[in-house]
């Protein structure tokens, strides 16, 4: 019997197993069949909670390491509304050590509030020392200017007028499969409106191939091509700045301390924002 659970983050949803007892192994093909919509469980993506694999004193070791899946079952990269959600499971499994392992290093986490199944959970992300500005992308046949940031997953971001009513699919999938300058690994691209003091973002997924309805990563990257752009945050404290942000449905904030040399990007970035436990799902394999 297999026992998952149901996590979503600003509508990103995911399914999570406690894995730390090692017994539980999926194939790509395994990940796939469950995160299928019609014919599966249906998410975003997988997450296995295990045990860390860092060596040295126990008392210095991660609570626990993340281990994630697109839907396609793919691998290998960071989730940011997926590592608040399984930080909201860990916590619900009595787990108090909030610094896990991800694909792209170390991570910090902290509960802001707690309210029924619902958590407000703070992810601290990688620090981004780099990115791209593109005036143009070969193999795009529609404008293409935008920022390219790596936040634990590789995103293009572009700013964009109405973006209510931006037909993401189309022009997210044209990038993300086209941009010659981004394969031949592809890219998850963002379409971003500043709306006063918030962003509002809307995000094409590879690996999902379609558009989801909130991607953290991807709020971050948006958040520090905004601030390299121009676009003033919704508020500057000391030498952070915040940046609101509304996804289709849900509000987040990205904080950061913008590194000073002309080539950085950001460090101290942090990703707060919802993670609301669903449902617990036992399936007979």
């Not at 995911?14 to 007892?21: K, P, Q, S």
């Not at 209510?164 to 690994?185: F, M, S």
């Not at 971050?220 to 500057?236: D, F, M, T």
Request: charged share 25%; net charge negative; proline share 3%.
């Amino acid at each position: 019997m297999l026992k998952l659970y149901k996590y979503q983050g600003a509508g990103n949803d995911f399914l999570i197993a406690d894995n730390r007892d090692g017994a539980l192994s999926l194939t790509a093909e395994q990940v796939s069949a469950l995160c299928d919509r019609r014919y599966g469980v249906g998410a975003d993506g997988l997450m296995l909670l295990e045990n860390p694999g860092c060596s040295g004193d126990a008392s210095a070791l991660p609570g626990f390491r993340m281990v994630y899946y697109n839907s396609d079952g793919s691998g290998g990269m960071m989730c940011g509304n997926g590592g608040r959600c399984i930080v909201a499971f860990a916590a619900d499994r009595g787990i108090e050590n909030f610094c896990f392992e991800a694909p792209d290093g170390l991570h910090y986490a902290r509960i802001v509030s707690s309210e029924g199944k619902e958590k407000t959970v703070a992810l601290q992300m990688k620090n981004v020392e780099e990115y791209t500005r593109y005036q143009t992308l070969s193999g795009v046949k529609v404008p293409s200017d935008g920022w390219f940031l790596d936040t634990g997953t590789r995103h293009f971001v572009r700013f964009v007028t109405d973006v209510d009513t931006y037909d993401v699919v189309a022009q997210g999938r044209d990038i993300r499969c086209n941009a010659a300058e981004l394969q031949p690994v592809g890219v998850n691209v963002n379409f971003v409106e500043p709306c006063g003091s918030v962003l509002k973002i809307r995000t094409y997924e590879k690996g999902v191939e379609d558009e989801t309805f909130a991607c953290g990563t991807g709020i971050v990257a948006s958040c520090l091509a905004a601030y390299k752009a121009g676009v003033q945050p919704s508020e500057v404290s000391g030498d952070s700045v915040r940046y609101d942000v509304k996804a289709k449905r849900d509000r987040l904030s990205v904080t950061f301390r913008p590194l000073a040399s002309s080539c950085g990007v950001a460090e101290d970035v942090w990703l707060t924002g919802p993670a609301t436990f669903v449902a617990e799902i036992l399936i007979d394999n």
